[in-house]
């Protein structure tokens, strides 16, 4: 990919490495000692007078950074990305040098892993300038090379954007249209990138798809995969459906996944919400969590998973990979397009649907099944799988339990109201506007009782709701999942508040910590599994005060 052929956009001209440029008297981020009065990466002036720095990070010091601004002409935040700038000569260098490795690379270096490429990359790099006799500074070389990495193992002109870990989706809309991002403190912003060039637009469509291992085309212009780092991507190719060119969507992947600790740190439930939550992992009781778009259901999903016992046995089936577990006993299963024409029963060959997994996944004895989201046939397997003693976790797309019963009965999905009575729990999770700025909330927790013949309805009882007045969770004063404990344990109601009131303190001693760490808080609830009373003790005598205090 030519760097030429994205701008982004710098205010100002490189740094010169003969004679200083504007850059030079700006504000430098990195500035090496060996070679006094330059650096890789300068900070330019802001692009309007108009415009305060709200803050700026690093993403791959010291080569690439991110500032925030905000404009008080339009009242609009802006997203910059600020890579090295490059001198004409370096630029011609950068394109040199990648022409040469596109010829010269051979098959084997994708096998490589990601910091062996980039070291493979750097040695022949460095080998092309010295084998021409090419005298550069340590600073431009390295100039250089950061853009010789960036697009041959990076995402090109989105790599900063795909490194920031405050950047949760990526959106272009076509040729000559600024980026906009969703950022995790600033919500959607405008980028400075912008693709300019048509064919560059649709080669990087192309990259896209070759990193998710699917191919896209003028025949097949519509890309639906997951990149190797769990990226979700939906991107279509050229002017064929998209009329302004080439779009894409991705949705960032979290090497940290979301966890109980920060659904209360967030305010999106509270401890006594989560502490329900782990007793119905316990339990086995199956969970629907439904919600509009970006109202966090996957999420939240991710974080209640991590309250399943670590004996259990947990097979996840999902469109594109977004449930990341610390158990051994897992299987991640995900759906697989086909190739060709479709045939009489609608799949192209090869092609693996969630039905598919649905079907294969009880036939692998697991305790747990975690269907990503329900939407089609797979959903009656599903419910069939809950009604034959298999916990089941999903997502889907509905604001309450009668919008959910009204999809889960007609088309696509049909299936019999009577089997949901084998449902336990729906989560009823919202996105909305506060004086917080635009929060995810968990609106219900709902409880399914029973199914009433006479009337054909399911009968639910409310164990919690959040109230909008106070933005606090109001406990509705019964749970049916507490008289079911005490039932199978032989609780009496004051051993039964007492074990909740003991969860409650170990979330509440998590939040305390900030212990978001999804492997080091999975290893206290699987030893309070093993031994409850050695995990209170620990928690009571870290949280004691001093003597003397």
Not at 85 to 101: F, G, I, S, Y
Request: charged share 25%; proline share 7%.
């Amino acid at each position: 990919m030519a760097s030429g052929s994205v701008r982004v956009k710098i205010p100002r001209s490189g740094v010169g490495e003969a004679e200083p440029s504007p850059l030079e008297a700006a504000r430098p981020l990195e500035t090496p000692t060996d070679v006094p009065g330059t650096f890789i990466t300068a900070m330019p002036p802001l692009p309007e007078p108009t415009m305060k720095e709200i803050e700026v990070s690093a993403v791959n010091p010291p080569y690439s950074y991110s500032r925030v601004s905000y404009n008080d002409r339009n009242k609009e935040y802006l997203y910059e990305v600020i890579e090295p700038q490059l001198t004409p000569r370096e630029k011609q260098l950068v394109e040199h040098v990648k022409t040469t490795l596109g010829k010269i690379l051979g098959s084997d270096v994708g096998t490589l892993s990601t910091a062996d490429k980039r070291t493979y990359l750097r040695a022949e790099a460095e080998g092309y300038f010295r084998t021409r006799g090419i005298t550069l500074s340590p600073i431009s070389r390295e100039r250089i090379i950061y853009y010789v990495l960036r697009d041959f193992v990076g995402y090109g002109p989105i790599d900063a954007l795909i490194l920031d870990p405050q950047v949760e989706d990526i959106s272009c809309d076509g040729v000559d249209v600024p980026l906009f991002i969703f950022h995790g403190k600033y919500e959607s912003m405008k980028t400075n990138v912008v693709f300019t060039d048509e064919n560059a637009s649709n080669s990087f469509i192309v990259m896209l798809g070759q990193r998710c291992s699917k191919s896209v085309s003028v025949s097949a212009p519509i890309l639906d995969g997951t990149t190797p780092e769990g990226h979700r991507v939906q991107a279509t190719y050229a002017r064929e459906i998209t009329t302004r060119g080439a779009s894409f969507t991705i949705r960032r992947f979290k090497e940290r996944p979301f966890t109980p600790v920060d659904l209360v740190m967030l305010g999106s439930a509270n401890e006594e919400m989560v502490a329900y939550f782990w007793l119905a992992a316990e339990q086995g009781e199956s969970l629907i969590i439904c919600g509009g778009p970006a109202a966090g259901k996957t999420s939240t999903l991710n974080a209640i998973a991590l309250f399943i016992p670590p004996t259990a046995k947990i097979v996840s089936i999902e469109d594109t990979r977004e449930v990341n577990l610390p158990h051994e006993n897992w299987i991640p299963g995900a759906t697989r397009s086909g190739t060709g024409d479709r045939g009489a029963d609608g799949k192209a060959a090869g092609e693996v649907d969630m039905f598919d997994l649905v079907r294969a996944a009880m036939r692998q004895r697991p305790d747990r099944i975690i269907v990503g989201e329900v939407r089609g046939k797979e959903t009656y397997t599903m419910f069939q799988a809950m009604a034959t003693g298999h916990t089941t976790y999903s997502t889907m797309h509905a604001d309450s339990v009668k919008s959910m019963v009204n999809r889960l009965e007609n088309p696509p999905i049909n299936t019999p109201r009577i089997l949901l009575s084998a449902l336990n729990n729906v989560i009823i999770q919202i996105q909305t506007r506060t004086d917080k700025g635009v929060v995810r909330r968990l609106k219900q927790v709902l409880e399914i009782v029973g199914f009433e013949p006479e009337t054909n309805e399911l009968i639910t009882n409310t164990v919690y709701e959040w109230d909008p007045a106070t933005d606090g969770f109001v406990f509705k004063g019964h749970s049916f999942l507490f008289d079911k404990i005490m039932e199978i344990k032989n609780f009496t109601p004051d051993e039964m508040e007492a074990e909740f009131q003991r969860r409650s303190s170990v979330i509440r001693y998590l939040v305390q910590h900030q212990i978001t760490d999804y492997r080091q808080l999975w290893r206290t609830i699987a030893q309070y599994y093993r031994d409850p009373n050695e995990v209170m003790a620990r928690i009571g005598a870290l949280s004691a005060p001093a003597k003397g205090a």
